[in-house]
């Protein structure tokens, strides 16, 4: 619910590159380094702390794959084993191996993460085969199962190496008519479950809706463990498999919890605090413990170094209940933090000028934490394809009664900054004047308005009594865009607002131009993005729905956005700023309205409308467009390598950083760092 995760547009800088950034194109993926400068800068105690975080974040790096596809892990063992063994595999099947694995990395698995589409092997079954065995013969070892031969197992996979139209999409809430977006995902979240098995399953109880629903009543399973667990039907009965030491994934957990208690002694007290309970919830995997984690983290507000480490986002389920595992590790850029923390600071002004009925704003804002901050590991849900800013917890009894942390990865945005290509914005830009507003505001703007969509965009409102604070129950799969569309409107409504150049945040000279090249970026972008869905007419990635929701419903609802053409070429062109402001306070006031009442009929019936479907002929011609000029879809990043330095003692004595500028090496690394714990 909480990131923006799209890759802001930004122009690349005027001066030359001092150093890699864009390290490969793979298909239509950019491949780029990120820098972490400030790291060496830190104190000894922080920097050790940072080393065995790291250490954390990698250990659970395998749940996600699990949870992507159930195959993915034996598929990654196979790839793997053929790239470290490839001396006598014949070169073109290695070219392709090579691709098809840099992009299985990337989208962790075989599905993009995006579309949400398969992509597959592009060369003969009996060709990967080959390279299979020339890999055994070098001593590569296979996840064949129990007096499963290496033939068997390439048998037993190929369906997931080859046929698109086997498992076809991860996540699908638009559904084909013979299913429904359980049987229509192809996640492991669930096994043999339906949506009929889990329907009022975690609704909301209250006395009035137990009274008027007798189905409800008569329900005997409730999920326990909505967030960390995968639901399997065994039997006739539904069962939860919970994410915890012991349980699933049980020695992954345990690893992430070593290093975590190994932490917690350098941690400032509030984050031990945060630390001790997270160990406390990946031993119990209970919902209250998750709970304490989630306040003792939000509670933890001015330590230098800070984690996530969980069961988080819930993008991938169809449902938007079953949380994703990922983590981040990070230092806060204190240099970068003014911006977002003086939009936090004044966040009650914003909160108070929702336009929305008042009954939806909060009254009493509960501190938003802000921070900018540089990343030094991100894994599992957030990488290598990064968010670029977040803003948690979730749970939205917590954010109401306890309030929430913003964030802004700065040194993401300085690398999709050194790595961007100018063309990507003069392709699509109608005027000279347009373009050039893009590339001298474009980075400034993006960052601004992400910092407005997490501070005081997902940071606000508050929403009726009835749903016991979890909207997204009521809203099910329309629940994800809905949010990510009213945190960008709030960000879109409030960029023009004086007041920002009252806080200092904007100079009052470049106002103007910097509204303009936001809004005019936004509106292109909704045109620029459906290059990233190159199969299909319908988009499924929410930060793609709401982008298209808001854009065309302006074009149905206000004058502000023109649709013209010159040489055969579309372009989306805003014509009309204030036009463009009314109609995001309209939109806004609905949609803060349909998440405060959970109005599920309303919420579904406007992303139906204006935020799935697209025309093929017009995305044809923009792929055509970006790729005679080679511009990349979406981008992912190479993490830091840090390593410690130890005395004769043992003890750490320093942690040094590098940059591999290598993301095949990257990955390897990774694999085999986890490769003892897996399937316990
Ligand atoms: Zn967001």
């Not at 901050?373 to 849900?381: K, S």
């Not at 070429?569 to 306070?585: E, I, N, Q």
């Amino acid at each position: 619910m909480s990131r923006s995760a799209e890759a802001p547009t930004i122009p690349s800088a005027a001066v030359a590159p001092e150093r890699p950034y864009l390290l490969e194109r793979v298909d239509d993926a950019a491949i780029v380094q990120l820098y972490a400068d400030g790291f060496r800068e830190l104190p000894l105690r922080d920097k050790v702390l940072v080393w065995h975080l790291t250490r954390a974040a990698i250990a659970g790096r395998d749940i996600f794959y699990d949870q992507r596809y159930a195959d993915a892990l034996d598929m990654r063992d196979v790839l793997e084993g053929i790239l470290t063994h490839a001396r006598d595999v014949e070169a073109t099947t290695l070219a392709e191996v090579q691709r098809y694995t840099k992009l299985f990395w990337l989208n962790t698995g075989p599905y993009n993460n995006l579309t949400a589409r398969k992509f597959v092997l592009a060369c003969p079954c009996e060709a990967f085969a080959a390279a299979a065995h020339a890999a055994a013969r070098q001593g590569a070892r296979f996840p064949t199962r129990e007096h499963e031969t290496l033939d068997a197992l390439l048998d037993r996979l190929a369906p997931a190496f080859f046929d698109p139209d086997v498992d076809p999409m991860v996540t699908c809430k638009t559904p084909p008519p013979e299913h429904d977006i359980l049987t229509a995902s192809c996640n492991n979240l669930y096994e043999g479950v339906s949506l009929a098995d889990v329907h009022d399953v975690a609704q909301p109880v209250s006395p009035a809706r137990a009274e008027r629903s007798p189905e409800a009543q008569r329900d005997t399973f409730r999920e326990r463990h909505p967030l960390n667990s995968r639901l399997l039907k065994q039997d006739g009965r539904l069962v939860e498999e919970v994410y915890r030491v012991g349980g699933r994934f049980g020695a992954s957990i345990e690893a992430i919890v070593e290093h975590l208690k190994a932490a917690i002694p350098y941690a400032s007290e509030p984050m031990a605090n945060a630390l001790r309970a997270l160990v406390r919830f990946y031993e119990t995997g209970e919902d209250a413990d998750r709970e304490q984690y989630d306040i003792a983290w939000v509670q933890d507000t001015a330590s230098p170094v800070d984690t996530i480490n969980g069961f988080i986002e819930v993008y991938l389920d169809a449902r938007g209940v079953k949380g994703a595992w990922e983590a981040i590790v990070w230092y806060v850029n204190r240099e970068k933090t003014f911006q977002i923390r003086t939009i936090a600071d004044h966040a009650q002004w914003f909160e108070d000028r929702l336009p929305c009925d008042p009954r939806f704003r909060k009254t009493t804002a509960h501190g938003v934490t802000a921070a900018a901050i540089d990343v030094v590991i991100e894994t599992g849900d957030s990488g290598p394809v990064t968010p670029v800013g977040i803003n948690l917890p979730n749970d939205q009894g917590i954010r109401e009664r306890y309030g929430s942390k913003s964030v802004s990865l700065a040194n993401v945005h300085e690398a999709y900054d050194k790595s961007t290509l100018p063309e990507l914005r003069t392709e699509f830009s109608w005027t000279p004047e347009e373009a050039a507003r893009a590339v001298a505001w474009n980075a400034f703007a993006s960052e601004l308005t992400t910092n407005l969509h997490e501070v005081i965009g997902h940071g606000s409102g508050q929403v009726d009594a009835t749903l016991n604070g979890n909207p997204h129950l009521a809203l099910k799969e329309q629940y994800s865009t809905l949010e990510e569309a009213r945190a960008d409107l709030v960000a879109l409504y409030f960029l023009p607002d004086p007041k920002l150049v009252e806080l200092g945040l904007v100079p009052a000279e470049h106002h103007e131009d910097i509204v303009l090249a936001e809004y005019e970026g936004y509106t292109r972008n909704v045109l620029v993005q459906l290059r990233r869905v190159r199969a299909g007419t319908h988009i499924e990635e929410d930060h793609m729905r709401n982008r298209q929701l808001i854009i065309r419903w302006l074009m149905a609802h206000t004058t502000a956005i023109d649709v013209r053409t010159r040489n055969g070429k579309t372009f989306y062109v805003m014509t009309d700023a204030r036009a463009f402001r009314d109609g995001v306070g309209r939109l806004l006031g609905e949609v803060q309205r349909i998440k405060g009442e959970g109005d599920y009929a309303a919420a579904r019936a406007l992303v139906e409308s204006y935020g799935v479907h697209f025309d093929a002929a017009l995305r044809d011609e923009v792929v055509a467009r970006v790729d005679r000029l080679q511009l990349p879809s979406y981008t992912g990043f190479v993490m830091p390598t840090l390593e410690p330095v130890v005395d004769a003692a043992g003890a750490i004595v320093d942690v040094t950083v590098a940059y591999p500028l290598d993301f095949t090496a990257q990955m390897l690394e990774y694999s085999a760092a986890t490769r003892d714990l897996r399937r316990a």
